[in-house]
Structure formats: structure tokens, C-alpha cells
């Protein structure tokens, strides 16, 4: 089984920057794509960031491409999610999720892909 644990959540401005971090335990993330989804109330899981095992390719939803940034350390067990220039639309409960399947690699952008998630962290954006 594997653990994750996001932080790094919280109140910034539009036009700010967060990192949200996501610390794994039990189980190495190195053999793990990795990636970050979000959800509001009352909407579904929407796709935000992912980072292949195999190949390292990475991945961003339309709405964040050029702005957010996901990244590893395998050494530190742990994901990150650098977001800069935060809009209002981007406040939302971002989750850490894994995947250990090999299926990912063709359906990266799906969270029926992923195996783990953690308890979320929420990012609120003030206009």
C-alpha cells in the first residue's frame, strides 16, 4: 500500500504562486507515474498535471499548460506541483495521485488510470 500526503495549500492572490507538495510512504514512487488532479464541489475530478514512469513524459491539462509545473524526487518519496500565476478558476482541492499500471501510458489524462490518492490540500484563489 502506498500512502500520500499532499500539502501546501492555501489562500494566495490571482497573479500568485504555490508549490504543493506530495510526501508518499510505504512504497517507492519511483516505479510510479505520478501526477495531480483537482476538484470543486459538485464537479467532477479534473485532470491537471502527470509524469510517466517509463518515459518521463509529462503532461498538462489545456487550462494550466505553461503555468504549472509537476516534478519528482525520487530520493525524497515525494511530488510536487509548482503553480504560478494563479487565476481564480484554478481554487480547488488538488490531489496527489499514483498509478502503477502500465495502462497509464495511453490514458494519462484519466483518473480511472490511477490506483492511490491522498486526502487532497485546497488551493483558494482571490480575485
Known amino acids: 500500500q502506498v500512502q500520500l500526503v499532499e500539502s501546501g495549500g492555501g489562500l494566495v492572490q490571482a497573479g500568485g504562486s504555490l508549490r504543493l507538495s506530495c510526501a508518499a510512504s510505504g512504497r517507492s514512487i519511483s516505479v510510479y507515474t505520478v501526477g495531480w488532479f483537482r476538484q470543486v464541489p459538485g464537479k467532477a475530478r479534473e485532470f491537471v498535471a502527470t509524469?510517466?514512469?517509463?518515459?518521463?513524459?509529462?503532461y498538462y491539462a489545456d487550462s494550466v499548460e505553461g503555468r504549472f509545473t509537476i516534478s519528482r524526487d525520487n530520493a525524497k518519496n515525494t511530488v510536487y506541483l509548482q503553480m504560478n500565476s494563479l487565476k481564480p478558476e484554478d481554487a480547488a482541492r488538488y490531489y496527489c495521485?499514483?498509478?502503477?499500471?502500465?495502462?497509464?501510458?495511453?490514458?494519462?489524462?484519466?483518473?480511472?488510470?490511477?490506483?492511490?490518492w491522498g486526502q487532497g490540500t485546497q488551493v483558494t484563489v482571490s480575485s
Open positions: 495521485e499514483l498509478s502503477g499500471r502500465t495502462t497509464v501510458a495511453a490514458t494519462p489524462r484519466s483518473a480511472a488510470s490511477y490506483d492511490y
Open positions: 509524469k510517466t514512469w517509463s518515459r518521463g513524459s509529462t
